[in-house]
């Protein structure tokens, strides 16, 4: 078995509504490797929020820690209307190019704010097919997206 470690864990205002960085991931990632993770669960934002410089200086230093990065893990708004999830879909296909320059076999997917038991049969629907669509554009990257 190997263990992995969510990034989110070292931010404190998880559910802020201004969304801010509090520990740097290249700050996070020796002290997981030191601690023994086989992994790094990475929560979105700490490589969303940063320069394709710095992303790509994030990438080799995973490499060089020897850490595997099971999961990105983003949030996505499929639900709210039309707009959001095509804002989501944005948002979904930067995600998934991330995984892929991180070797991440998954992306954890949140369709909304939504709860199943209160979703109506449009955002059922509407959430199905950005999943379906992403799917497809994602086969042949042997990435999961985890509900």
Request: hydrophobic share 45%; glycine share 4%.
């Amino acid at each position: 078995m190997k263990s992995s470690f969510c990034t989110i864990a070292f931010q404190k205002a998880k559910w802020a509504k201004e969304l801010t960085v509090e520990k740097p991931l290249s700050e996070i990632l020796p002290i997981v490797a030191e601690a023994g993770f086989d992994g790094v669960e990475i929560w979105q934002p700490h490589v969303g929020l940063i320069s394709p410089e710095q992303f790509d200086a994030v990438a080799r230093q995973i490499r060089d820690l020897r850490l595997s990065v099971p999961m990105l893990s983003p949030y996505f708004e499929f639900t709210s209307s039309d707009e959001s999830a095509a804002a989501s879909m944005d948002k979904a296909r930067q995600c998934l190019s991330q995984a892929r320059k991180l070797g991440a076999t998954a992306i954890r997917v949140f369709t909304g704010k939504v709860g199943s038991a209160e979703a109506t049969d449009q955002q059922w629907n509407r959430a199905a097919d950005c999943l379906r669509q992403l799917a497809d554009e994602s086969k042949n990257d042997g990435i999961a997206w985890a509900l």
